[in-house]
C-alpha cells in the first residue's frame, strides 16, 4: 500500500518519524512537542484504562521523566503498516536503562498516526521490572494506583477477521503466511492450551523476553511461561485485537505484531494474592520475529503492576484515587 509522505513528514519514513519523535519528547525532554504530536482529543489505552484527552498524556509524560530522570529509552524495534493512504500503525519497542546500571526494562506502544498526528495509542510498559530492580514491593506499589477501566474501542467486540481489520482499521493483507502462523498458534497454543504444539511453530531456539525483564529460552520454557501466566486465571482466553507486519534488515527482517486482550477469572492459583474469582481485562502486545517460516524471537509485554492494582481493587484494597494512566 501506497504511503503519502503527508503521513510522516518531516521525516523519511514511519520508522524515522517513530525513533526521532520519541527521542525529542523523553530523551530530549520536549514535553511540548506533544501539543504538535497528539490530537486534542486523542485516546491512550494502557494497563490502568483509558484516557481521552492530549492534556493527560502531557501531565503523564511529565510525571514519568521527572521520576526516573536517569533514564534513557532507544528504540529497539519499530513496525509499521499503513492504514490507508494518510495513516501508519507504528509498534514501537523501547528498550530502557539507566546511568546507574540497575537492570533494564521494556515497553511496546502502537500508535496509529493519520497526517503526522496522534488519534489513538495501546501502550504496555514493562512496570515489574522497573519496581523489581528498584527493590520496591510490587504489591505495596500497586495499591497505591487506581485501576480507571477501559471506554472506547477496547470495550467493542474483537474484530472478526484481524487479518483484514483491527481495532485500528483495515489493514493491508501483507505476509498472510506468517501471520496465519501467529494466529493459529495463539489459537491452538495460548487458547487450546496445547502446548505441545509450541514447536510446530517456533525455532527450537527460540527467544521469549517478558515481563520482569525475564528472559526465556528453547520450547520447554516458553511453555513454562505460559503456564505461569494462565495458572492464576485458568480459564482466560486471549482476543487478537489489532496486527501488523513489517520486513526490515535493521530488526532483524520480517516482524509480526499482534496486540491482544486477556480476559479470565482470577480463580486459579493465588500469585496475585487472595484470589476474588473475578474477571481481569489485560491489554498486552507481542512482537514475534520470523526466521524461514518459524518463529524464533517474540516480545511479550503487559503491565503487571496495573494488573496487580486492578485485582486489588476487586478486593477492596485502598487505593490512591488519582492515578496517572499514561
Keep these: 500500500m501506497s504511503l503519502d509522505p503527508v503521513a510522516y513528514l518531516p521525516y523519511k519514513d514511519p520508522d524515522d518519524f517513530i525513533r526521532e519523535v520519541t527521542d525529542l519528547i523523553w530523551v530530549d525532554r520536549s514535553i511540548s512537542f506533544i501539543v504538535d504530536n497528539y490530537e486534542p482529543d486523542s485516546i491512550v489505552h494502557g494497563g490502568l ?39 501508519f500503525l ?32 495501546w501502550v504496555v510498559r514493562d512496570t515489574l521490572a522497573g519496581a523489581q530492580h528498584r527493590g520496591l514491593d510490587v504489591d505495596e506499589l500497586a495499591r497505591t494506583q487506581a485501576f480507571r477501566g477501559f471506554t472506547g474501542s477496547w470495550n467493542d467486540a474483537a474484530p472478526a ?9 483495515v489493514r493491508p493483507d501483507e505476509y498472510r503466511s506468517e501471520v496465519e502462523t501467529v494466529i493459529d498458534m495463539i489459537q491452538t497454543v495460548w487458547n487450546g492450551r496445547d502446548l505441545q504444539k509450541v514447536e510446530k511453530y517456533f525455532d527450537r531456539d527460540l527467544t521469549l523476553l517478558t515481563v520482569g525483564d525475564r528472559t526465556i529460552i528453547r520450547p520447554e520454557g516458553y511453555r513454562r511461561a505460559l503456564l505461569h501466566l494462565l495458572e492464576s486465571f485458568p480459564g482466560g482466553q486471549f482476543e487478537i485485537r489489532d496486527i501488523q507486519t513489517n520486513y526490515d534488515v535493521r530488526y532483524a527482517g520480517l516482524r509480526v505484531a499482534v496486540l491482544w486482550k486477556f480476559v479470565g477469572e482470577y480463580n486459579g492459583v493465588p500469585n496475585y494474592g487472595p ?52
Design 275 to 326: 484470589l476474588t474469582g473475578k474477571p481481569v481485562d489485560l491489554i498486552g502486545i507481542s512482537q514475534f520475529t520470523f526466521h524461514k517460516g518459524a518463529i524464533v524471537k517474540e516480545v511479550r509485554l503487559w503491565d503487571d503492576i496495573a494488573l496487580r492494582a486492578q485485582i486489588a481493587g476487586q478486593r477492596g484494597d485502598e487505593p490512591v484515587q488519582f492515578a496517572n494512566i499514561y
Design 90 to 121: 507504528s509498534s514501537h519497542l523501547v528498550l530502557s536503562g539507566d546511568l546507574h546500571s540497575t537492570g533494564v526494562s521494556r515497553t511496546i506502544a502502537n500508535c496509529l498516526y493519520r497526517r503526522g498526528r496522534m488519534v489513538e495509542e
Design 49 to 87: 484504562g483509558t484516557s481521552t484527552t492530549r492534556q493527560e498524556v502531557i501531565e503523564g509524560s511529565l510525571m514519568r521523566i521527572s521520576a526516573t530522570p536517569d533514564r534513557v529509552g532507544q528504540a529497539e524495534d519499530v513496525i509499521w503498516e499503513a492504514r490507508g493512504d494518510d495513516a
Design 161 to 169: 477477521d484481524p487479518i483484514a481489520e483491527g481495532d485500528s482499521g
